[in-house]
Antibody
């Protein structure tokens, strides 16, 4: 069964940093684009960042550009999100999502994790 | 970016009844539209992609239609497990964008 499992969330002060991880299993990770999608408390879904299957292309929402960095290690079947200069408005549940089509992160998402909570507060 | 607007925000339906959810795009999304279901404490689950293609494991009571700017998700006979929040998402342009959700609740 395909699984993606996020970790690394927590409480951090404004201006701080966190690194999220997403461990994938039961599919060929190196063939699949991956993305991070977040959901603020009681709110809807917002695409944060995406990365192509072999990592040569990355995409960021304007709200996180220059502060967040997405990366992947295909030898470890793991996706990462390095979050720097965190703001209160970055508080959200962060989901790891597998692209449903293939190598580029520009389609729908066929598998999602349960999410990891990031809280930015002083 | 394409703005997605869902209506209604909340839909009250009795079990066994039909539910119709709407999603409108601010510009054409072609047929590049997906629907998801989200239950409390869970990540979203893909129901429909390509506006009308059921994802693996999606029951036949779920059907999607539409193209361009207007899309519909129909649940022909609501079951207890269908009461949840539903999101539409366009992937015609990057960034992919989501509607704000429709909550389907028990009447």
């Amino acid at each position: 069964e395909v699984q993606v499992l996020e970790s690394g969330g927590g409480l951090v002060q404004p201006g701080g940093s966190l690194r999220l991880s997403c461990a994938a299993s039961a599919f060929i990770f190196s063939n699949s684009a991956m993305s991070w999608v977040r959901q603020a408390p009681g709110k809807g879904l917002e695409l944060v960042s995406g990365i192509s299957a072999i990592g040569e292309s990355t995409y960021y929402a304007d709200s996180v550009k220059g502060r967040f960095t997405i990366s992947r290690d295909n030898s470890k079947n793991t996706l990462y999100l390095q979050m720097n200069s965190l703001r209160v408005e970055d508080t959200a549940l962060y989901y790891c999502a597998k692209d449903g089509v293939g190598a580029l992160p520009k389609y729908y998402f066929d598998y999602w994790g349960q999410g990891t909570l990031v809280t930015v507060s002083s | 970016e394409i703005v997605m607007t869902q209506s209604p925000a909340t839909l009250s339906v009795s079990p066994g009844e039909r539910a119709t959810l709407s999603c409108r795009a601010s510009q054409s999304a072609g047929s590049n539209l997906a629907w998801y279901l989200q239950k409390p404490g869970q990540g979203p689950r893909l129901l429909i992609y390509g506006a009308s293609t059921r994802a693996t494991g999606t029951p036949a009571r779920f059907s999607g239609s539409g193209s361009g700017t207007d899309f519909t998700l129909t649940i022909s006979s609501l079951q207890s497990e269908d009461f949840a929040v539903y999101y539409c998402q366009q992937y015609n342009d990057w960034p992919q964008t989501f509607g704000q959700g429709t909550k389907v609740e028990i009447k």
